[in-house]
């Protein structure tokens, strides 16, 4: 993610190629983690965007799953929150990293053999 001054240098070449005329929308991205945090507007909707249509569907067969066992939406959020916060602490997240790492690194492999040709 960029920082201000590679932001401002990005808006500068926008406005070099005829663009300084667009509406643009500036976030600093800290500032407004903090705002949603403080959650001063009383929001009540969270949107999670998927990279895939598996994890799209694998959350929704989860929370369907925990919806019906509890039968209460509220419980059902509460269970979401305590499920991260207890089960995805900063030490298991450091394990996990930890652990994708080593198999991000095992993925590539040895390099390939090559078997000679028979003559």
Do not use: W
Not at 17 to 35: A, D, F, S
Not at 50 to 62: F, G, K, N, Q, R
Not at 90 to 110: C, N, R, S, T
């Amino acid at each position: 993610m960029p920082n201000v001054e590679a932001a401002i240098e990005y808006l500068r070449f926008l406005s070099r190629q005829g663009r300084g005329h667009e509406t643009v929308h500036v976030v600093l991205v800290e500032e407004e983690q903090k705002k949603r945090i403080r959650n001063e507007r009383k929001s009540t909707r969270f949107v999670l965007v998927c990279s895939t249509p598996e994890e799209y569907s694998e959350l929704h067969a989860e929370r369907e799953r925990i919806y019906r066992k509890v039968k209460d939406k509220s419980i059902m959020i509460g269970l979401f929150i305590r499920a991260l916060r207890e089960g995805l602490s900063d030490v298991v997240l450091d394990q996990i990293l930890a652990q994708l790492e080593i198999v991000e690194q095992g993925a590539a492999g040895p390099p390939r053999a090559e078997i000679p040709a028979r003559d």
